[in-house]
């Protein structure tokens, strides 16, 4: 039953990618203008709904990040409508002509932007996620369908709910914003394997759940945001640099994918870096894992162990290790980092170029913090997560990550010879 | 112990990709050459190793068609030769700065274009495949484990030595070409998840090796070269010039992906168009296979069934449908095809725009013939395969599309606010 309703429901995307496909950007901008005030005009609505997804977590003794992340007010959909909005003033990647050249025989080859056509998303109580997920999708031509928790269900379908009735009177297919609303493991596993109608599916969310879907997925997927970040100091840095640096990598936002989990020191840095780094962290509530030397610079600290090194902690807690070289550091970080965002801080200009060279992830800092991996700070306007893959999209994944190409070759009778 | 080893293969072909992917274009360029040397020199060796195989596949009663593909001689080595060379003179993608600008707080943002790492080939008893897989990969700076079929065993072996032994002469890292000696399906199974060391997996083969790599990968796939592709007569169409086309799709060379597979032909050109083409067709051995109203005009041929309209022949065998409109065969082929190329032909220039707009697949021609879906005719200069895929890649696989991107971002002490 529910893996029938699925598959109409898939269908049903199918049908209206195609005609989201041929949309001009101007319709689909009106169409988005249309969402967002809807957002705005049913406002009362959506926080009513959402209430009750929010009294449910609070009878099940959630956590209160977890409430937090999960509850709604009229300034979260104030800001979902404005994320809407934002999307109208994008250029929009479709129909782009990437390259276009003449091939044997002189045949006029041009690869054009087109959209991916279904993407999925699976994703946790953030019901924000669900407008701004559905609004990149729209603004690039894809249909979407959202499979969010069951936490958020009532959120979601009330979201969902206005976004269709405000998009179906502006001009969109009734078939390109649907919520998936049987949210069960088998539902999530169907839709893994639903090769016939998805183009792409998203996993949004924790390192769990990414393994499910890479684990299970048939459908092409890409693979976001598990970041298990490193800050390096190297031998020659700007120690005060370093520390700020560290500080806002780790505790600017500690439950994201770009904040840093470990911190590697070179050990002739050790001595001046580590005390003052070390309080400084502690000042902000750090808790602190160190290697044995680490633990000579810092006492009273806890000491690390390989899991440590492993661990993405999204919380107040920093491994840290000391290194005798550059190279140690690099293989520390291709070793256990998972391919996100690293830093080195310096100021040896070789070892800068080293370190951008050799470290394999998809954003590599010189003295910035990792926290800059995001859409927002690239410029990009819009972000549909952060890819952790090689395949596709490597980083934050923008407008032009949600399409792909298609390539148009016009004759005048050419055959092969 | 299969899997040890192919773990053991793994972990070297990554150690490799971190050497090869720190390579400049001059150093991959001096190995190419030396491994372009070594296939010439080797070549009575190589052919005497393939012997054996030509051997055991003509005693097991083989296909001529699979014992030409399987059979090397000199001209065939050379080509190789000259395969490797070519690359020399390519662009080398690695260092490329797709595009770089300023993001928040003036961190300068550079996307560089790196090596995808480690590449996984899974292919049939075609041994040419070996040198130009390892040469491409060689040449964007991955490492590659080769996993042929058992029937080229010993002319796998053969190649990949020579290629090893000239390679490592000339400064490359010994794992950076690596055949997979053990042709058990086990062995493939256990490629196909081993995400520790591969970054991508490219199957090259039929549709069941490419369901099969589908159905089981974890690691990263791009599928290539399933090719059910259509060529369209319109209404208003240059009957000759459409005769030309679909003559040279079918027949040109038949066990190829980009050849056609079917006919479609608007009812109003049937009567002019069907009986001058069939009669092309049969004399150059196709058997037809057509709808009820294509035997009105060719008559005398079988009647085509659904499965026809679903089977990628790669044989002189051609499914012919006529149909009420460009709509109906829009929606046959976005039904029946496999997104890889589709043809037009036609008068009318609105039909030829909406034909490119509307129909999904990886090139869409006009008034040409779809076996122009190949990296050498887009003039890529080497090609890995044909995707048909929407992620990464897709249609001819050339350099570029062996690499992916890296953010290197630089700043002087940037913290996000």
């Not at 979902?80 to 782009?96: I, S, Y």
């Not at 499979?147 to 297919?173: C, F, K, T």
């Not at 070789?350 to 410029?379: E, H, P």
């Amino acid at each position: 039953m529910t893996k029938e309703t699925l598959l109409e429901q898939g269908k049903t995307a199918k049908e209206s990618a195609y005609i989201l496909g041929q949309m001009s950007a101007v319709q689909k901008n009106e169409i988005l203008k249309a969402l967002a005030k809807a957002l705005k005009d049913r406002s009362g609505y959506i926080i009513e709904c959402n209430g009750r997804d929010v009294a449910a977590a609070r009878e099940k003794g959630a956590a209160n990040a977890f409430i937090d992340r999960l509850g709604l007010n009229q300034d979260r959909i104030e800001d979902m409508a404005k994320g809407l909005l934002d999307l109208v003033d994008l250029k929009d990647p479709v129909g782009e002509v990437e390259a276009g050249w003449k091939g044997a025989k002189d045949i006029e080859i041009n690869k054009v932007r087109v959209p991916l056509g279904v993407v999925g998303i699976i994703y946790e109580a953030r019901p924000n996620v669900t407008a701004d997920a559905a609004g990149i999708c729209l603004k690039t031509g894809n249909s979407v369908l959202l499979r969010g928790s069951s936490d958020a269900l009532e959120s979601n379908r009330a979201i969902v709910h206005v976004l269709r009735e405000a998009g179906e009177r502006a001009g969109m297919p009734a078939g390109a914003i649907q919520l998936v609303e049987d949210t069960s493991r088998e539902a999530a596993s169907a839709m893994m394997r639903m090769n016939q109608y998805l183009d792409v599916l998203i996993p949004r969310g924790g390192a769990g759940l990414i393994r499910s879907v890479l684990e299970n997925a048939t459908v092409p997927v890409i693979e976001t945001g598990t970041g298990n970040c490193h800050i390096y100091v190297d031998a020659v840095a700007d120690l005060q640099m370093a520390c700020d640096i560290i500080i806002n990598a780790k505790t600017q936002r500690t439950g994201v994918c770009n904040a840093a989990e470990t911190l590697l020191v070179h050990r002739e840095a050790a001595e001046a870096f580590l005390p003052l780094a070390g309080r400084a962290l502690m000042d902000k509530g750090v808790q602190l894992r160190g290697c044995p030397e680490t633990c000579r610079w810092i006492p009273d600290i806890l000491e690390a162990t390989e899991t440590d090194y492993e661990t993405e902690f999204l919380d107040l807690i920093l491994a840290v290790k000391v290194v005798d070289s550059l190279e140690e550091a690099i293989e520390h970080i291709n070793r256990y980092g998972t391919k996100h965002s690293e830093a080195i801080v310096t100021n040896n200009y070789a070892n800068a170029q080293r370190f951008t060279a050799q470290v394999d992830a998809a954003a590599v800092y010189v003295n910035a913090s990792t926290r800059f991996t995001d859409g927002g700070q690239f410029g990009f306007g819009a972000e549909m997560g952060i890819s952790t893959q090689k395949l596709h999209a490597r980083g934050p994944m923008g407008l032009k990550e949600m399409t792909t190409i298609k390539y148009i070759i016009r004759g005048n009778g050419q055959v092969r010879g």
